[in-house]
Nanobody
Framework: QVQLVESGGGSVQAGGSLRLSCAAS????????MVWFRQAPGKEREWVAT???????YYSDAVKGRFTISKDSSGNTLHLQMNSLKPEDTAMYYC?????????????????????WGQGTQVTVSA
């Protein structure tokens, strides 16, 4: 049984930083695409960042250069370091896992490809 639990959200001013964590159980990172999505009120869920089975990182253009996705050495926690935060980064952030479709170096950015989701953690950035 896969469980994903996000933490680390909060309220910060523009230019600040937050580090999100996703504690994972029942899934092996080397066998899964691990991603972060976000959803702002009234908007569709948006892909943010991916760490492939081989630990290749990919980022959306909106966050490239500001966010960093990583996995800790214990192999059960995914992180998203968010720097230079902007008000437009305000959203609920979700961790998700796909164990069926991705390859070692490729993962889909479509939310419907992901069968496992956390409950989300809220990030609010004020101007």
């Amino acid at each position: 049984q896969v469980q994903l639990v996000e933490s680390g959200g909060g309220s910060v001013q523009a230019g600040g930083s937050l580090r999100l964590s996703c504690a994972a159980s029942g899934v092996t990172f080397s066998s899964a695409c691990m991603v972060w999505f976000r959803q702002a009120p009234g908007k569709e869920r948006e892909w943010v960042a991916t760490s492939t089975k081989y630990n290749n990182p990919y980022y959306s253009d909106a966050v490239k250069g500001r966010f960093t996705i990583s996995k800790d050495s214990s192999g059960n926690t995914l992180h998203l370091q968010m720097n230079s935060l902007k008000p437009e980064d305000t959203a609920m952030y979700y961790c998700a896992a796909d164990t069926r479709y991705g390859t070692g170096t490729f993962c889909y950015a479509h939310s419907y490809k992901y069968g496992y989701w956390g409950q989300g953690t809220q990030v609010t950035v004020s101007a």
